[in-house]
């Protein structure tokens, strides 16, 4: 079992290497988010009472694709987005400390 999450977890790190992602100190797992996501999706548009009511069977699963490769890239964009972001870094005081030791007066 170890073996095979080691190897998706490698196959994630060359997938974010080829999208030219740096994703530092961040788990590559996060990557099954936007797949998941996709996949609630479109078992909610296949099973929710009304949503495909009057659709057909066709209809019903070609809108289920959809929303699946939708939600997908819509997610992936936003992880892809995220990268080296000003707003997901430690502030430079924390990274350096503060300059003081908690004393108000300076």
């Known amino acids: 079992m170890s073996s095979d999450t080691a190897r998706v977890e490698a196959w994630l790190r060359l997938l974010e290497g080829r999208l030219g992602i740096d994703r530092e100190g961040r788990t ?3 990557w099954l988010l936007p797949p998941g996501l996709g996949l609630v999706t479109a078992l909610v548009v296949l099973f929710m009472p009304g949503v495909s009511a009057d659709m ?3 209809g ?3 809108l289920a694709v959809f929303g699946l490769l939708a939600v997908t890239v819509i997610c992936s ?3 892809i987005s995220f990268d080296k972001d000003h ?3 430690a502030a430079i005081d924390e990274l350096r400390g ?3 030791d908690g004393d108000p007066s300076g």
Do not use: E, M, P, T
Request: net charge negative; aromatic share 16%.
């Open 87 to 89: 707003n997901q870094d």
């Open 60 to 62: 019903s699963v070609a």
């Open 28 to 30: 590559v797992w996060v």
């Open 98 to 100: 503060s300059g003081h």
């Open 56 to 58: 057909g069977l066709f």
């Open 77 to 79: 964009i936003y992880l």
